[in-house]
């Protein structure tokens, strides 16, 4: 069984930072790419940022220069450091992985419970 939990959410006013973490647990044989996704009320999810067990990071537009993404492959944790936030990024954010669990040879998406991030302005 795995488990994603996602912590660091809140409230913070315009231009300030959060610092998310994601902690994958559980019987877990290997965790390919990792990331973080967001939904804001009545849209769709879509990816923030994510990285691959090498390190190498993807962004959306909005967010480059702005959050940075990093893991610690020890940990089975990813980060998001989420800088100069603007109300446009108010969402519940979710942390998703790659994940291959023990008994299983096929990667699977497995989903946090997402943490809420409200900007005000």
């Keep these: 069984q795995v488990h994603l939990v996602e912590s660091g959410g809140g409230l ?14 559980g019987s877990i044989s290997g965790i390919k ?8 009320p009545g849209k ?9 067990t090498d ?15 990093s893991r610690n492959n020890a940990g089975n944790r990813v980060y ?18 790659l994940v291959r669990p023990w008994g299983s040879v096929f990667h699977q998406n497995y989903w946090g419970q997402g943490t809420q991030v409200t900007v005000s302005s």
Excluded at 12 to 25: D, I, K, M, T, Y
Excluded at 44 to 52: F, G, H, K, P, S
Aim: hydrophobic share 40%.
């Design 33 to 40: 790419t990792m990331g973080w996704y967001r939904q804001a």
């Design 80 to 97: 998001l450091q989420m800088n100069s936030l603007k109300p446009e990024d108010t969402a519940v954010y979710y942390c998703n992985a």
């Design 12 to 25: 913070v006013q315009a231009g300030e930072s959060l610092r998310l973490s994601c902690v994958a647990s």
């Design 55 to 69: 390190g190498v990071t993807n962004y959306v537009d909005f967010v480059k220069g702005r959050f940075t993404t």
């Design 44 to 52: 769709q999810r879509e990816l923030v940022a994510d990285i691959t």
